[in-house]
């Protein structure tokens, strides 16, 4: 059985973020459900898969990241609106028996992602 995860790493700071709220979404025909809400813990990652084994289902998703809080938080002064605030990552999961790593590497200028495994 597979399972979908994430992590995030601040790569002005070259560290983990952590505290940063990240929201996960399913994309639908009738629009965007909310599947789950979860805050990076000291390694910038999630305590647990986002979804695994018989929830993950193969489909369209998104992950939302709260970047813009999190180097608000760590004293990062920005102008407003912020260039990088809320990362969407849109993305599909094609075969539910693997594993989905979408990490997101950010500063407040930029971002990346790659899948992982």
């Keep these: 059985m597979g399972k979908l995860s994430t992590h995030v790493l601040d790569i ?3 560290k983990p973020a952590a505290g940063v709220v990240i929201e996960l979404h399913a994309i639908e ?5 909310l599947l789950c809400s979860v805050v ?10 986002l979804l695994a084994g018989d929830d993950l289902l193969a489909g369209a998703y998104e992950l939302v990241f709260d970047a813009g809080a999190y180097f608000e938080a760590q004293g990062v002064v920005l102008p407003l ?15 539910p028996a693997e594993n989905y790593h979408v990490p997101l590497l950010v500063s407040p200028w930029a971002y ?4 992982g495994s």
């Design 112 to 115: 990346s992602t790659y899948r």
């Design 81 to 95: 609106p912020r260039f990088v605030d809320r990362v969407t990552l849109a993305f599909g999961i094609a075969n």
């Design 40 to 49: 990076t813990n000291s390694d910038g990652r999630c305590d647990a898969p």
């Design 29 to 33: 025909p009738a629009g965007r459900r």
């Design 12 to 14: 002005t700071s070259g």
